[in-house]
């Protein structure tokens, strides 16, 4: 591969991994923050996709007793001309998390 075509493969992180655990151990988003210390801003960082220090995601780590590529994985970059990195499998599946969280929280 050339150097331009390098280049042209962009990746960006996805927390998906990080929903399903989350998912799986019934917890919200609250509980995590609770739980991990972390700050409301990371945590709307984490629900946006955004990039986080190394800090906060072994703080989310430590709370969940797991390692990091457990929470995040790296996934192709296809839709930045579009100037969203989210492709709609994500958006749909932090949709369907968003609905469990709210229901388990009314409960």
Request: overall charge positive; hydrophobic content about 30%.
């Given at each position: 591969m050339?150097?331009?075509?390098?280049?042209?493969?962009?990746?960006?992180?996805?927390?998906?991994?990080?929903?399903?655990?989350?998912?799986?151990r019934?917890?919200?988003k609250k509980?995590?923050?609770?739980?991990?210390?972390?700050?409301?801003a990371s945590?709307a960082?984490?629900?946006?996709?955004?990039?986080l220090?190394?800090?906060?995601?072994?703080k989310?780590?430590?709370?969940?007793?797991?390692?990091?590529?457990?929470i995040?994985?790296t996934?192709?970059d296809?839709d930045?001309?579009?100037?969203t990195?989210?492709?709609?499998?994500?958006?749909?599946?932090?949709?369907?998390?968003?609905?469990?969280?709210?229901?388990?929280q009314?409960?």
């Amino acid at each position: 591969m050339t150097k331009n075509k390098l280049m042209e493969k962009r990746m960006h992180i996805s927390y998906r991994p990080l929903w399903v655990i989350l998912a799986e151990r019934e917890m919200t988003k609250k509980d995590l923050r609770e739980l991990s210390g972390i700050s409301t801003a990371s945590l709307a960082k984490l629900g946006k996709g955004e990039n986080l220090t190394t800090d906060v995601l072994l703080k989310i780590c430590e709370a969940l007793n797991c390692n990091i590529n457990e929470i995040v994985e790296t996934v192709p970059d296809d839709d930045d001309k579009k100037g969203t990195r989210n492709k709609p499998e994500e958006k749909k599946n932090a949709a369907k998390y968003k609905q469990g969280t709210q229901r388990s929280q009314s409960l």
